[in-house]
Each structure stands twice: as C-alpha cells, then as structure tokens.
C-alpha cells in the first residue's frame, strides 16, 4: 500500500472516530439511545452513533366538553356561580324566584304543570335568608324541602320537580386524550367517573299525558311510562367519553376531570428527589 493511500485511510478513520466521540460527549446533554454500528469501508471499524429520541406530542385540551355552552348558557352557569343576597320571611315561591331572577338577570321559568302533578302551587311558602351564598346553593336550599329541582333549558333556568329533573338527560362529549394512553386508562377513568358522580339509578321513566300528545284525544288522560336510559361510552377513535345525563352529573364530571388533570400537573411541576437527598 503506498504512503498516499494509507495517509488517506488513516484521515478517513480518525474522521470517523472524532465523529463518533462527539456523539457520545453529546450524549450526557441530549436523551437518546447510543447504539453501536460497524462500518466495512473503507477499513473494518466500530464507532458509537447516538439515535435521536423519539418525543410524543403533548395532547391540550380545549375545552372541557363539546358541544360548547351558548352564550346564554354561559351565563347561566356565572350566575349559579356568584354570591346571592336573599331574605324570603314566608313569601311565595314565585315572587322569590322573582326576585332572584332580576338579582342575577337572567330568565327563570317555573314550570307549573310539573308543580301540579305533584300536589305543589307556586304559591307554596319560602322561608329563607342567605348573605353571600352561591346561587346554586340558594337554590338548593329553597327547593330541596319542598321537592323540586332546577335544570339549565336552553336559554332559561328551569325550576321543575326533582323527578322531571333526573328525566331530563344532555349528551356532552368529553375529551380526554391528554388523560388516557390505553384501554385500561379509559377503563379506568370510566369507572371513577361511575362511582363518584353518577345517580345510584341509571334507569329514568317519563311520564307523558295522552290528551298532551294525540290531537283530539279525550278529556280523560292515561299516563303511558317512556323509558329513559343514562350512559357513559368510551370512543378510543376520538379519544372521548360520551356521556347522556343530568346537568348535575356533568357538573361533577367537569369538576372531577378539573380536579384529576390539576393534580397531574402538580405532580409534573413537583422536584424531583434525586438519590442521597431528602426532600
């Protein structure tokens, strides 16, 4: 082999070599895999070649649910939210919920025929004085005793019969891409989701008066049962939750889907304990 021949070989092979201490200099510094290759040319030699790590794009979340609250909706919700000023010594319950109407500006309906089939008036009796309490506690607390509920209608809040209430089922999409990898996460985020926030009864009847329903029906009026049925479904397609429920489930989902993705974030945000140290 001439002497120009194996300057360039030797050239050629600390090349590479000098190439390949930088990798694995570099290594300390970047997160990767270091695998070893051997090259046949132009001479028989090994070096260490770092492979870039592979990095999963993380999934935001942009809003909690779909479909999105209307803007009547949104302020609905704002209003449950906010602080209430009462004082009802014995008034009836449609000028109270009157009075909380304009407080809060929003529209309220008190739905009397569903009042009706349960023996109660709007006229029924309300002793309360609250400072400070939030408006769906308020709420809470007039109607609870006396058996009646509210729902968010549209674009009006609904006061109505704790019955009519758990009958009346939404469906909301919930994404949760950034909380679930694999069929057991979404398993298992099914499952809290049905422990902690879902009616015990996941079976509803509804009532329908015939006269109300068939034009032309007679005076007298059966009550036929209609059955109404609440459900969570995992989409792994979409990365989802489908959910047919109460106003007041979806509340506690958000909530607990809030709560669950803070507490991840603490966790992610929290130093790390490195060995020999106590926190």
Known sequence: MSGILRQKLVVVLMCYLTAGW?????????????????????????????VPAVTQKKIEIKQPFYPALTEA????????????????PGVPLSKALSSLQKQHSINVFLDG??????????????????????????????????GLDYVVDG?????????????TLKVRI?????????????????????KTCV?????????????DLVLGAPGKKTVPTVSVEASISVVPQCKALVVNDTDRVHTKIVDLLTQLRQVRKDQ??????????AY
């Open 268 to 277: 992610e945000e929290a130093p790390v304990k490195k060995e020999g140290n």
């Open 113 to 146: 025929l569903a009042l009706k089939e349960q023996g109660l008036t709007t006229d029924e009796p309300i002793n309360v004085s609250l400072s400070g309490v939030p408006f769906k506690s308020t709420l809470d607390i007039i109607l609870n005793p006396i």
């Open 199 to 211: 009616l015990t009864s996941r079976s509803r009847s509804k009532y329908y008066p015939v006269g």
């Open 22 to 50: 930088l990798v694995v200099a570099n290594a300390e510094d970047q997160p990767g895999k270091v695998v070893t290759k051997t090259h046949n040319w132009p001479v028989k030699f090994t070096v260490q070649e770092k």
């Open 155 to 167: 674009e009006v809040l609904k006061i109505t019969t704790q019955e009519e209430a758990a009958r």
């Open 174 to 194: 919930y994404p949760v891409g950034d909380m679930c990898k694999t069929p057991d996460d979404y398993d298992a985020l099914e499952s809290v989701i049905q």
């Open 73 to 88: 909706e949104q302020q609905i919700q704002t209003a449950l939210n906010t602080a209430t000023e009462c004082d009802f």
